[in-house]
């Protein structure tokens, strides 16, 4: 049976998902390696927090992240617009399809 990651995990299902002891986990979020959220006496981890873990403790240094401020973001987004003649191909093509 093939079990569905969940976006936001207790620490077993964490463990779970990293292929890690469960007190691996805790001592990640007390060393502050890992974010999460207590709620009442129990701690939730955003999926998230353990991909950003992943990549942090990655083993090839010359692998780097870009960072885009917002307006770089919204160029990229202008630029994926379609012009009006496109955007009635896709309509057409949609129409015919469905």
């Keep these: 049976m093939i079990e569905q990651i969940r976006e936001v995990m207790t620490p077993e299902q964490a463990a779970d998902y990293l292929q890690v002891n469960r ?3 805790y001592r990640y ?3 502050g390696k890992l974010v999460a959220s207590k709620l ?7 999926k998230r927090s353990l991909e950003l873990l992943l990549w942090a403790t990655r083993t090839r240094e010359d692998i780097t992240l870009r960072d885009y401020t917002g307006a ?11 012009d009006e003649e496109t955007q009635q191909i896709v309509t057409r ?3 015919a399809n469905a």
Excluded at 40 to 46: D, I, K, N, W
């Design 23 to 25: 007190e691996t986990i």
């Design 72 to 82: 770089e973001i919204a160029g990229f987004i202008e630029a994926d617009q379609l």
């Design 93 to 95: 093509f949609i129409a």
């Design 40 to 46: 009442g006496r129990t701690y939730r981890l955003p």
């Design 29 to 31: 979020i007390r060393e």
